[in-house]
């Protein structure tokens, strides 16, 4: 059964416990986030065998040049949008703000039911991309990236999760659930690809076995 929780569990051994529970959740939830449909593993490895193989250069790197969360309707930012279309029986107020609901973390298998225990994260981190060649983007093109709501690039996940996760790629950071790996990788391919940033050798590999078994 997933499970559920009323607010973050913060100590280091609640973190351990989460984390060795969550290998029971591989096959239990029957909720999960509806991020858009990634392309095919064959799709993937398509894509990943034509992305430029190139070291990664952060200088100049700022979270303040990725424009976000603006605005999508009305009143309702892209943060609002992810938890609206990622949760189940979600409410909102007059603001967009979420007031109810429950949402399936599919990174580590915990269910929440207040929208504070969540973070949109964003799939390729936002220091991942500049370190990729969007640091040659422009300003509007950077937004675009930070609020892709077409793309597999949003995700409403446990946010302790998300922070761990930081600017990470999959050579030294995968979901918890291995259950997921395979939909990750085949997202991750296929915004690298659509945005034309290049993968360190080290990620490329990492993606390619792990596309191996999918």
């Known amino acids: 059964m997933p499970r559920f929780y009323a607010r973050r569990r913060l100590s280091v051994a609640a973190a351990a416990t989460a984390l060795i529970s969550s290998v029971a959740l591989f096959n239990a939830p029957t909720a999960s986030a509806a991020l858009p449909t990634p392309v095919?593993?064959?799709t993937a490895r398509t894509y990943l065998a034509s992305l430029t193989v190139a070291t990664e250069d952060r200088t100049g790197y700022d979270r303040d040049l990725f424009p976000h969360w603006i605005t999508q309707s009305g009143s309702c930012n892209t943060r609002e949008v992810v938890l609206k279309r990622d949760g189940t029986n979600v409410q909102q107020d007059s603001s967009c703000a979420a007031?109810?609901?429950?949402?399936?973390?599919?990174?580590?298998?915990?269910?929440?039911?207040?929208?504070?225990?969540?973070?949109?994260?964003?799939?390729?981190?936002?220091?991942?991309?500049?370190?990729?060649?969007?640091?040659?983007?422009?300003?509007?093109?950077?937004q675009s990236f930070a609020n892709d709501l077409t793309r597999p690039q949003l995700i409403a996940v446990t946010d302790n999760v998300n922070q761990a996760k930081g600017d990470q790629d999959p050579a030294t950071w995968m979901p918890s659930r291995t259950a997921y790996r395979c939909t990750y990788v085949?997202?991750?391919?296929?915004?690298?690809?659509y945005y034309g940033l290049s993968v360190d050798s080290a990620e490329k590999s990492a993606l390619t076995n792990y596309l191996a078994s999918c």
């Not at 109810?100 to 504070?116: K, L, P």
């Open 40 to 42: 095919s593993a064959a």
């Open 186 to 193: 085949r997202a991750w391919v296929q915004v690298k690809y």
């Open 99 to 142: 007031t109810s609901g429950s949402w399936y973390s599919v990174y580590d298998g915990a269910t929440w039911t207040a929208a504070s225990d969540l973070d949109i994260d964003h799939l390729v981190p936002l220091a991942e991309a500049w370190d990729s060649g969007a640091d040659s983007w422009t300003t509007s093109r950077r």
